[in-house]
Each structure stands twice: as C-alpha cells, then as structure tokens.
C-alpha cells in the first residue's frame, strides 16, 4: 500500500485550524454547563421561593387553629358591623394570633381607618407576593379562603374544625387578587376562576388543610377535582 506523507499540506495552518476548534469546543462546553447552572439556580430559587409560600401558610394554620380554640369556630371571612357592612378581612382578624405586635389596632373600626394604617405593612409580607417590591400590587392578598353554601366560610353559619374532614381545603393561593389583604374579600365557590390552580408561578398552588399541612398541589390537578376539596361534605 501507498504510504501519506502530507506533502501540499500546510502543517501549520491545519495546527492553527485545531487550536482554533479545542477553544470553540472548551466555549460551548462552558456555555452548555453555564446554561445547566443557571437552570438549575432557577429551579433552587423556585423551590425555595414555594417552601417560604409552604411555611407562611403553616404559620397562618396555626393561626386559625388557635383562633378555633379560643372562639370554638373559624373566623367569618368578613367582620361586620352592627349594620351588617364588612368592616376588614379575616386575614386582618388573624394578625393577634400570628405574632406579637404593639401597633395600635382597631378592629371594630374599617380595614383602612388610619388608625389601622402603620399594621397594613407590618404583617403584608404574609399575606402579599414579595416579588411585587414597591409596586402598587405589593398589598395585594395571595391568600384567599373559598365562601359560599357548603364551604367552611359560607356567611351563614359557624363553622369550627372539628366539623371539618382533615382534607378539607381552608385556604387557597390566588394570582392577581386585587384585593388588598386587609380588604374584605375572597373568592366565591359558585364563580372559582379557571386560573386558580395554576397558582402565583403558573405550576400549581400551595393550599392550607384543616389538619394544618401545607400542601403544593401541581397544575394538572382539574378545578373540579379542587372543588371537592373546598366544601364540608366533598
């Protein structure tokens, strides 16, 4: 057989055409590595970000539970006055039971009577998305509880948890509220938005049970399936 010498090849350009190569493969490798990084932060950050919304509403079950022990019964969604008119949320109602505070509040006054004014920022890290900054969204509610006949916040009778299943779904994360968390307002079993259980970051939504367990429940769970979990009787 014939024998290649490499004659007519210039050794040193084919030399400089593989350095240039080694180099452009070292760059894509760290770009494709650069890439997985930053996919992964992203998903640390979402994890971590969905544990906070788990634990802020293992604070709030505790809330409600020691609410339910003092009273006998879950809050109303709404405290009214002598004339029957909403005067502030149930978030707002549970704010003793969440923490200690020595803000002057008023709770037989409305949700934003000045008095109540200094308490709306203490306790809006709760009840609000803290992504939103200083955007005027940032009081917006991302809790809600579900009304209406059937539901543990009804409006027309008391409800307390011992009545409830363990897997009764108290409270729900909602997008979008535009609902100050003070503010006297929730969601209506009968007119649930198709939205809701894709939650704040489209995945799904974290939820309060009875039993007091935060739960992430992914967005492939159907709305129909959800409703059988916001009523008394299923």
């Known amino acids: 057989g014939s024998t ?3 004659e007519g090849i210039d050794m040193t350009s084919l030399s400089r055409g ?9 760059v894509l490798v760290f770009l494709g590595l650069g890439h997985g990084l930053l996919v992964g932060l992203s998903g640390l950050r979402r994890n971590a970000t969905r544990q906070h919304r788990l634990n802020v509403l293992n604070q709030l079950g505790l809330a409600l539970t020691t609410f339910d022990a003092v009273y006998d ?8 006055d002598e004339s029957g008119e909403p005067l502030s ?3 707002f109602q549970m704010c003793p039971y969440l923490e200690s505070f020595m803000q002057d509040v008023d709770y037989d006054k409305p949700w934003d009577d000045p008095v109540n004014h200094e308490i709306a920022t203490h306790f809006a890290w709760l009840f609000h998305d803290s992504a939103r900054g200083e ?9 809600m509880v579900v009304t ?3 539901t543990p916040f009804d409006g027309q009778k008391e409800c307390r948890l011992a009545d409830l299943d363990p897997d009764t779904i108290l409270v729900v994360e909602v997008a979008d509220s535009g609902v100050h968390w003070m503010e006297p307002g929730d969601l209506s079993i009968d007119s649930l938005p198709a939205s809701l259980v894709k939650g704040i970051d489209g995945d799904g939504l974290c939820v309060l049970f009875a039993d007091g367990s935060a739960w992430f429940l992914g967005n492939e769970v159907s ?3 959800l ?3 916001l009523t008394i009787d299923g």
């Open 89 to 91: 949320s149930w978030r």
């Open 4 to 6: 290649w010498t490499g």
């Open 135 to 143: 955007r005027p969204t940032r009081f917006h509610a991302t809790l």
């Open 227 to 229: 409703k059988k979990f």
């Open 18 to 26: 593989k350095h240039v190569w080694r180099w452009l493969l070292v």
């Open 148 to 150: 209406g006949p059937g």
């Open 73 to 80: 019964r879950l809050p109303p969604a709404a405290r009214l």
């Open 223 to 225: 709305l129909e399936d």
